[in-house]
């Protein structure tokens, strides 16, 4: 089993900055790729960004490439998303997921653990 606690969520306003991280406990084998997925109301759990032990990474949408980054601190057993200059349609719940998958999936179907998610709220 593997338990993933998220943080740092909360609200900003258009053009601030908030770091949300993931920290993991339990089976450190089913963590190989860690993910950040974002969820908005009345709208399907979307990838948004997802990282291996060795930090390949890879992003999901265009719309945040450039802005958000993605790391993990293999010691600690921890990934942080940084998001820069948000948006209001980066508004959702993001939730981080893990895997023991090689290869980064973005489907979530094939993520086993997930943490509750983490309100990131921002106002225009």
């Known amino acids: 089993q593997v338990q993933l606690v998220e943080s740092g969520g909360g609200l900003v306003q258009a053009g601030g900055s908030l770091r949300l991280s993931c920290a993991a406990s339990?089976?450190?084998?089913?963590?190989?790729?860690m993910a950040w997925f974002r969820q908005a109301p009345g709208k399907e759990r979307e990838f948004v960004a997802g990282?291996?032990?060795?930090?390949?990474?890879?992003f999901g949408l265009d719309s945040v490439k450039g802005r958000f980054t993605i790391s993990r601190d293999n010691a600690k057993n921890t990934v942080a998303l940084q998001m820069n200059s948000l948006k209001p349609e980066d508004t959702a719940v993001y939730y981080c997921?893990?895997?023991?998958?090689?290869?980064?999936?973005?489907?979530?179907?094939?993520?086993?653990?997930w943490g509750q998610g983490t309100q990131v709220t921002v106002s225009s």
């Open positions: 997921a893990s895997t023991r998958r090689v290869v980064i999936p973005r489907s979530t179907s094939l993520y086993e653990y």
């Open positions: 990282i291996t032990l060795s930090g390949a990474s890879i």
């Open positions: 339990g089976r450190t084998a089913s963590t190989y790729t």
